[in-house]
């Protein structure tokens, strides 16, 4: 429920568990995997660095996340084993450490949601603002004369946004007010 709530508001959901965990094969789990058509990422704790308390050894742990965010599967894309380096196993004391993220798997995925964030937000302005261009090139085009119009758009993008930018202040400085962003 919660998961359907976070998407209908345009968020994104991660879910992780070990890798084995017999949770994944329940039918509730793939239910969901399915409705949300997540993405499947495999990492190894030993690639984020988690370590025994006791021997100071890596711990291999794999885990499995499911998830909507592009920007989580990039972050972990390549978080497997690198096969040159001695695991102290996951077992006794070291278990109950394996339960919370390391350092650089949590830093990684409050980057990632960051970097997810911002790429949404700045395709968001950049959405609107071309919308907003495009009514008041619509409104301008039925004052502007066909010859007018031509001049405009022959001239370089970075001339056509400066004189659209100041026909924006002008309309909005004469009382006018830019049409809603549909």
Known sequence: ??????????????????KQATGWKEKLTKRWIAEFKTQTVFLDGCSQDLRSNRKGELIKKPWRLETTCPAIIQAFQN???????????????ETKKTGFY???????????????????HVLEVKENRAREETN??????????????KAFLHLPKKEQQILLDAARKIHINTGHKLKPVQ
Do not use: Y
Request: proline fraction near 5%; charged fraction near 25%.
């Open 79 to 93: 978080s497997l084993c690198s096969g040159d380096h001695v695991h102290t196993p996951c077992e006794g004391t």
């Open 136 to 149: 008041l090139m619509n409104e301008l085009a039925g004052a502007a004369t066909q010859e007018e119009i």
């Open 1 to 18: 429920k919660v998961g359907r709530e976070v998407l209908a508001g345009g968020g994104e959901v991660v879910f992780e568990w070990p």
């Open 102 to 120: 390391p350092a650089k798997m949590a830093k990684r995925i409050v980057q990632a949601f960051r970097k997810h964030d911002i790429t949404k």
